[in-house]
């Protein structure tokens, strides 16, 4: 009895100890600050460093969820001699993507959807992309922390950078998303230097500011406006070409074989944001954005 509770405790230990590395479309230009609903908890002033997370619940297996490879995000990829990273095989473990969400914020004690919406705390703008060189004033932008479904099935509570404008209409989406089971498996504000880093070609952030250009171009994306949404980017890629974002999702371009948090014609994740208006990358006719959802549509 005494040997199974030590080998018991010596295998929580191990599993406690578990954590992983994270490492993610297309793009024009862009009202008050919503009030949070009743029962959301107040946001906090800063999220805690991607290190000090810890998975959520510990344990290596919730239902179809597993612990991420422990490579995930440590192996950039080598760049051509044309400058693009190649897209390459989708390893094994990521052919069918469902990985536990490792929590960057606190998640809801009571496992309901919750969202708050404030004016962006300096401390969050600082480890955020934003510069006084982007299209959009920081004042414009709000700080919105929005509950998410993980693989895991767990309750979660992700952030974004947006614009004012959007700010409401995208907890209305969020909401919409939790309701409906929809995973997502991590949301957190993209910093600049993570921007600019080399690709690890298996990044699954989803996210909505980044003050970049449309890719391949001089213009700004809509995302430098907080006026767009990648939505799980790995199960949902971009395809222009040869050219695959991220690199290593490649076993995801075929989209008849349905897998979780695949973003799917007259799905939920199409129908929510249909319905504030925002166009789907996956409609594009000479490329497909499968991720990207904007105000524009572009």
Partial sequence: MLRGAARLAGQLIVIACLGYPLGGCSGGPAGPA??????APAAPPSAPA????????AVTRIGNATAAPPWLGTRPLPVGPDGVVAA???????RNRSIITVDDLPPPADGRFHATVTAVPASVLARSSWTRKCPVAATSLRYVTVGF?????????GELLVNARAA???????????????????MRITSAAKLNAASTGDGNTTESFACRPVRGQAAWSQ????????LNPFQNPYQ??????????????????????????????VKAFAAIGWGWGGDYGSLKDYMHFSATGG
Avoid: C, N
């Avoid at 919503?34 to 029962?39: D, E, G, I, R, V």
């Avoid at 390459?88 to 990521?94: G, R």
């Avoid at 995302?223 to 990648?230: N, S």
């Fill in 240 to 269: 222009k070409g040869r050219v695959v974002l991220p690199e290593l999702a490649t076993a995801y371009l075929d989209r008849g074989d349905a897998r979780p948090g695949m973003v799917r014609p007259g799905g939920p994740a």
């Fill in 223 to 230: 995302h430098a406006y907080g006026l767009a949404v990648d």
């Fill in 88 to 94: 390459q095989d989708t390893p094994p473990e990521l």
């Fill in 168 to 186: 409401d209409q995208l907890v209305t989406v969020f909401r919409k998303l939790f309701a409906a089971g929809f995973p997502i498996e991590r």
């Fill in 50 to 57: 991607a290190t000090d997370a810890s998975p959520s619940p």
């Fill in 34 to 39: 919503a009030s949070a609903p009743p029962t």
């Fill in 149 to 157: 479904r993980g693989f895991d099935g767990r309750a979660h509570t």
